[in-house]
């Protein structure tokens, strides 16, 4: 095997190992974060390496997990989910519907897109149950 | 201590037990207090390493000097995180040879083994150099696909 991609693999191992590597990026810079996350993308598609496949899409489960989301963005971790959420819908999407997939690989996708899905929609829960708290709600109508 | 240094020569036969003997020593270094003279020793042997590892990008790493890489680029961030990053673990991205990100990849995995979470001190760096060596990686690896494709 090519050894940039072992390296890649390594790299895998690594984004379970220390996430917020990963994650954090000086001044919050989200573009850093959009190259990083279409690489990772990049290589959850390149279906002629199965191994990359793997590799690529442990990585986004794990930056998936809900936790991880919030720390997109130190800032703004919502807009950060939308913002970085796009490049794995755009890059999935067009891998789904290039017609180059065999039914298994197929199958594989679903299991994976259904997986990061799930995690999207626990944080959406917990983010918008932290916004209706009574304490928040308390805080709103004080500020008003 | 002479000796062993003597024994780094390339054409030496003892320098693989000289390293792994220097290397050990830098080891030791880290499970002392900050200003121990075992530190102080633990600095000069760090620059005999670096020089022996990192004076010429073109220097050929094979696969035998991985290990004694790994361990030593460890103890390095161990006993000066900020010099380490800043020094070693970059060169090692700018080397043209492949297996340096290996080793630096390995040793951030052995780093963080131990650690919950990297030091806040060092987080802005690390942090940028990781990605830094993601985007390399993938790059050489399409690079590597379109080669092989035409």
Sequence with gaps: MQLDIKIIGQLAKLVHTAPALFLHSKNDDREEKKILFQGICDIAVDVSSPYLVRKGTQCLITLHDPEHIEQWSRTDALGAFWDLGAIFNHSIGNALLRRELTSPQILEFVSFLESVLAQRKTFLSNHFKVIRSPSCDLHHSQTM | ?150
């Excluded at chain 2, 690390?126 to 050489?140: D, G, I, M, P």
């Design chain 2, 1 to 150: 201590m002479t000796d062993v240094k003597a024994s780094l020569a390339p054409s030496s036969k003892n320098r693989a037990t000289a390293t792994a003997c220097l290397i050990d020593m830098c080891r030791a270094a880290t499970l002392t207090h900050e200003g121990s003279e075992m530190r102080t020793l633990a600095a000069s042997l760090q620059a005999t390493l670096r020089d022996q590892y990192f004076k010429t990008r073109l220097q050929k790493v094979s696969d035998d000097d991985l290990t004694p890489l790994i361990d030593y680029l460890v103890a390095a961030f161990n006993l000066n995180p900020a010099a380490t990053i800043k020094e070693q673990f970059s060169e090692c991205i700018r080397n043209e040879q492949a297996l340096m990100r290996m080793v630096l990849v390995k040793s951030l995995l052995k780093i963080f083994k131990r650690r919950v979470s990297p030091h806040s001190d060092s987080l802005n760096e690390l942090a940028h150099l990781v990605k830094l060596l993601f985007n390399v990686s993938h790059a050489f690896n399409c690079v590597v696909r379109l080669i092989n494709l035409a």
